[in-house]
């Protein structure tokens, strides 16, 4: 079984500040790990996603993650925020062995504040 | 290229009472997911449909949930009857494989459900 640990359930950061939300996984196998945004009464959106190639992961809208198998961590970090990333942030685990049941399991979601 | 679109966008029902909700994939996606996503928490996969077969519907409470995905396309979620703790948003994702590794899955805006 997988799931996944994203510690603070909220964050607020300074408009130009570091960005900075924490995820780690547990897994029996090597998995493969993602981010979501949810920005409110919308559906979620695909940040980045590690699949087992680089671990320095670069997504869209200059967010970047890194999976660390030693500390089973996959943050999610931007270096400047911009007040349009106020979102809810979901961290997801799947296991990319099962073929067909390529079931996604979220963490509870970090909800970031972005302050002028 | 049209995105996942789910109807109605929110609905508010008595307790008791039925309710379905109603998911387009996107065009050519073989994999079609159901998820509940409870305040506060992360969404919870109820039932994964690869064409118009159930691949997985572990946590679908199926003494009121069920679900259907007629010629391998739109798929309806249905409800009978409805109870308080149901009040959740529903998610609804495609993806394009039938193997883990093709499995971006893509949200719908999702259903808003209020049971009072």
């Known amino acids: 079984a997988q799931s996944v640990t994203q510690l603070g359930s909220h964050v607020s950061v300074s408009e130009g500040a570091l960005v900075l939300l924490r995820c780690n996984y547990s897994s029996s196998v090597p998995p493969y790990l993602f981010w979501y945004v949810q920005y409110p009464n919308q559906g979620l959106q695909l940040l980045l996603k590690y699949t087992s190639a680089a671990t320095l992961v670069k997504g869209i809208n200059g967010f970047e993650a890194e999976f660390k198998k030693s500390e089973t961590s996959f943050h999610l970090t931007k270096p400047s925020a911009h007040m349009s990333d106020a979102a809810e942030y979901f961290c997801a685990v799947r296991n990319p062995y099962t073929g067909t049941a390529s079931k996604l399991t979220f963490g509870t979601g970090t909800r970031l504040q972005v302050t002028l | 290229e049209a995105g996942v679109a789910q109807s109605p966008r929110y609905k508010i029902i008595e307790k008791r009472q039925s309710v379905a909700f109603w998911c387009n994939p996107i065009?050519?996606?073989?994999?079609l997911y159901w998820y509940q996503q409870i305040l506060g928490q992360g969404p919870k996969l109820l039932i994964q449909?690869?064409?118009?077969?159930?691949?997985?519907d572990s946590q679908l409470p199926k003494d009121r949930f069920s679900a259907e995905r007629l010629k391998g396309v739109d798929s309806t979620l249905k409800i009978q009857p409805a109870k308080l703790e149901d009040s959740a948003v529903y998610l609804c994702a495609s993806s394009l494989g039938v193997v883990a590794s093709e499995g971006e899955q893509f949200f719908g805006p999702g259903t808003r459900l209020t049971v009072l």
């Open positions: 065009s050519g996606h073989a994999t």
């Open positions: 449909f690869q064409n118009n077969g159930v691949v997985d």
